[in-house]
C-alpha cells in the first residue's frame, strides 16, 4: 500500500540552497548594519512559559499564541468535570504551561529581569530567530517567520528612536530597496481617544484603525461600532485621520486646535516635534512621514511607533516597532522604559524576489570548480585546493570521475563562477586551465595568478 508523500504544516516551508544563499544575505546585510550602530547578539529559547507570553499581545494576540502540550500524561490534572463541561480556556491551561514565542521583545523582556545583574544598561541588543504566530497563512503572512530585532532598554531617549530610523533607513538601502517610513506616537493616538470622549476604548480604536490600509475606512468604522464606540466619536475621528500636510502642519493643527484640552495628547505631539526635528538634518533615503492611522495593534507601545512599507509592491509592513514604557514591569522590574523595531525576513524576501532586488553575485555559492579526471588529477589536485581555499576562495573538487558534461551540468546548476581543468598537459606544465563559466573564455595560468584573478 502506497504511504502519503511526506508534507509540512500548512504556514510553514522548506528552504532550498538556492532560497537559503539569498536568505542569508538578507540576515548578512541587516546584522552587519546593527552591529555598526553597537548593537549585541543574544539568544532566547524557542519556547517560554505560557504566562510569559498571555496577556502581553492583546486579546487577538493571545488568541494566536502556539501552546505546546505538556509533556508525558497531558490530562493527568484535568478532572472529568472538565472535560465533560468543555470550557476551552480552562483545559488550555490545565493542558499546556508552555507556548512558541509569538515575538522576540516580550521574551527580551524576561530576559532582561532574569538577567538584570549581568547586563549594562543602557542594553542594546539584536535579537535573529523565528518566531510562531497560529495565523491563517496567505500571501505574506505565515505560521513560522523569522523576526530580526533591535531593543534598547534602560533609555528615554528619543536619539534611541531617531537612530533606529536611521538603521531602517540604512538596511534597506544596502538592501536596494524602495520604502516609506510612517511614525506616529500612542499618545497622541492616546489623547484623539479622549477628546472623542472614548478613553476606556483606546485599545479597541487603536486595533481598528491600525486595519485602515488593510480594510479601508468603511469597514474600520464598522469595527469601531461593534467594539461600542459612539456614533459622535466615529463621526469626530474622521477629519482628524485624514489630516493632510507635512508633520510640522498636522503637528501644529494637533497641538493648537484638536489636542488642546488632553495632557496626553500634547506630550506625544511635544515628542514627534523633537524626533522630526533630529531626523530634519540628517541625509535619509526615504523621507519619515507623520501617519496618524498608524496604530500598531500590540497593546504594550506607549510612545512613538514605526512602520516601514515597500512602496514597490503591495504588502503588510516590512518592519514595524516602538516605544514602550514598562514592558518589564510584568515581570517585576518597574520604571525601565525601552524601545525596539523588528524586521521581517520572510516580507523582505518576498518583495526583493518578486522585484529581482538580489545580486547577481549572491548566489555564486562556488568561486572555483575543479573538474575530477581520474585517481592521478584527483592527488595532484587536492594540495592545490587546500591553498586556495586557504587564501579565501571558496572552491571543491568533483567527487566522482564521470562524464566531463556531467560535471559541467553540476557546476552550471550550482552557479560556480570558474571551473578548473586540470589533466595531464596541465600537470606537466605546471598550469591550470581557467575556464570562465559566464564568458565561456579560457586561459592556462599558475596557481598564484589564479588566487590573484579570484581574489
Request: net charge neutral; charged share 30%.
Amino acid at each position: 500500500m502506497a504511504k502519503d508523500k511526506p508534507s509540512i504544516p500548512k504556514g510553514t516551508r522548506d528552504f532550498l540552497p538556492g532560497e537559503m544563499v539569498k536568505r542569508n544575505y538578507i540576515f548578512d546585510t541587516i546584522r552587519n548594519v546593527f552591529l555598526r550602530f553597537g548593537f549585541m547578539p543574544i539568544e532566547t529559547p524557542a519556547m517560554e512559559q505560557i504566562s510569559t507570553l498571555t496577556g502581553k499581545y492583546g486579546e487577538e494576540g493571545d488568541r494566536l499564541l502556539f501552546r505546546i502540550l505538556n509533556s508525558g500524561n497531558y490530562l493527568a490534572g484535568v478532572s472529568d468535570d472538565e472535560i465533560i463541561k468543555r470550557d476551552i480556556n480552562k483545559l488550555k491551561a490545565s493542558l499546556s504551561d508552555k507556548g512558541l514565542r509569538y515575538d522576540l521583545t516580550v521574551p527580551f523582556a524576561r530576559f532582561v529581569v532574569q538577567h538584570l545583574n549581568e547586563i549594562t544598561f543602557p542594553f542594546k541588543r539584536y535579537q535573529i530567530q523565528p518566531v510562531w504566530r497560529a495565523d491563517k497563512p496567505q500571501k505574506g503572512r505565515y505560521r513560522e517567520f523569522f523576526q530580526c530585532d533591535i531593543d534598547v532598554i534602560g533609555s528615554n531617549s528619543l536619539l534611541n528612536e531617531v537612530e533606529q530610523i536611521q538603521i531602517i533607513d540604512e538596511i534597506f538601502k544596502n538592501l536596494n530597496m524602495k520604502i516609506v517610513i510612517r511614525i506616529n506616537n500612542r499618545k497622541i493616538l492616546g489623547g484623539i481617544a479622549e477628546v472623542i470622549g472614548e478613553t476606556e476604548k483606546i485599545t479597541q480604536i487603536t486595533i481598528a484603525i491600525d486595519k485602515l490600509d488593510k480594510v479601508g475606512v468603511h469597514k474600520v468604522n464598522e469595527e469601531l461600532a461593534v467594539k461600542g464606540v459612539s456614533e459622535r466619536a466615529i463621526r469626530e475621528l474622521q477629519p482628524i485621520l485624514s489630516l493632510s500636510g507635512t508633520a510640522e502642519e498636522k503637528l501644529n493643527e494637533l497641538e493648537k486646535k484638536i489636542l488642546p484640552g488632553s495632557k496626553i495628547g500634547r506630550k506625544g505631539v511635544s515628542e514627534m516635534k523633537s524626533l522630526f526635528s533630529y531626523l530634519e538634518p540628517l541625509e535619509l533615503e526615504a523621507d519619515p512621514i507623520l501617519d496618524l492611522t498608524l496604530a500598531r495593534g500590540l497593546d504594550y507601545y506607549t510612545g512613538v511607533i514605526i512602520e516601514a512599507n515597500s512602496t514597490e509592491m503591495k504588502m503588510g509592513s516590512l518592519c514595524g516597532g516602538g516605544r514602550y514604557d514598562d514592558l518589564t514591569g510584568i515581570f517585576g522590574l518597574n520604571d525601565v522604559s525601552g524601545v525596539g523595531v523588528s524586521f521581517g525576513a520572510d516580507r523582505i524576501y518576498d518583495v526583493m524576489e518578486k522585484n529581482g532586488k538580489f545580486p547577481e553575485d549572491t548566489m555564486l555559492t562556488t568561486t572555483l570548480m575543479f573538474v575530477n579526471f581520474g585517481e592521478k588529477e584527483e592527488k595532484f589536485c587536492l594540495p592545490l585546493l587546500d591553498v586556495i581555499r586557504k587564501s579565501g576562495i571558496r572552491a571543491e573538487l568533483f567527487p566522482d570521475k564521470v562524464k566531463i558534461k556531467k560535471q559541467m551540468n553540476y557546476a552550471n546548476q550550482k552557479n560556480v563562477g570558474y571551473v578548473a581543468l586540470v589533466g595531464e598537459d596541465e600537470i606537466k606544465n605546471g598550469v591550470i586551465t581557467l575556464k570562465n563559466m559566464k564568458t565561456g573564455g579560457q586561459e592556462q595560468i599558475t596557481l598564484d595568478e589564479l588566487i590573484e584573478k579570484l581574489l
